[in-house]
């Protein structure tokens, strides 16, 4: 969904060097791949870029922020402004610090224009490795204690998600 205006009471802001430490990235070479990523900061968009390889089974390039996340549950989305590709790509939630573990999804697509996309607690799906995990509790945003990107599209080559903003 497509939103014009957003007021946020809780936002990232990428301007400030300790917000860039609180991001790291997670490839497929934890499992043998060959794939790439980076997260580099320009006048305060980050950039999410590298290049997706099938090769060694591989094929996904993620980012995860472990800074505080003060979300609120209820009727309040919580909303990403980006620019991209054209690739579809999945805002990631965690409701732990681990590296492993159930992952809340929701995919979205890019487009080269900017565009401010919404998500309520009830557009994420629960996930381990890919696979749906039916028993796993709903999301609460209050919950959440990791916001990441992930690009799993199946498709090799370069990539790049401009992100202006998150936020609630």
């Given amino acids: 969904m497509k939103c014009t205006h ?9 301007s400030s ?18 794939s790439q990523s980076n997260l580099r900061v320009v006048d305060k968009v980050a950039y999410f870029e590298g290049e997706i390889s099938l090769k060694n089974n591989g094929g996904f390039a993620s980012v995860r922020r472990v800074g505080p996340v003060t979300l609120k549950s209820g009727i309040t989305p919580i909303f990403i402004e980006i620019n991209g590709d054209g690739r579809s790509y999945q805002l990631r939630l965690r409701t732990n610090k681990g590296f492993d573990g ?52 199946k498709q090799s080559g370069p990539f790049q998600l401009a992100i202006k903003n998150i936020g609630q």
């Fill in 17 to 34: 060097a300790e917000e860039r430490n609180y991001w790291y990235r997670v490839n497929d070479s934890v499992m043998g791949g060959l």
């Fill in 102 to 153: 159930v992952a809340y999804v929701a995919t979205f697509s890019s487009s080269s224009s900017w565009q401010t996309l919404t998500f309520n607690e009830a557009d994420f799906v629960p996930q381990f490795r890919g696979r749906i995990v039916s028993r796993a509790p709903a999301l609460s945003f209050s919950d959440v204690r990791q916001i990441g990107f992930m690009l799993a599209d």
């Fill in 6 to 14: 957003v007021s946020a009471q809780w936002k990232v802001d990428f």
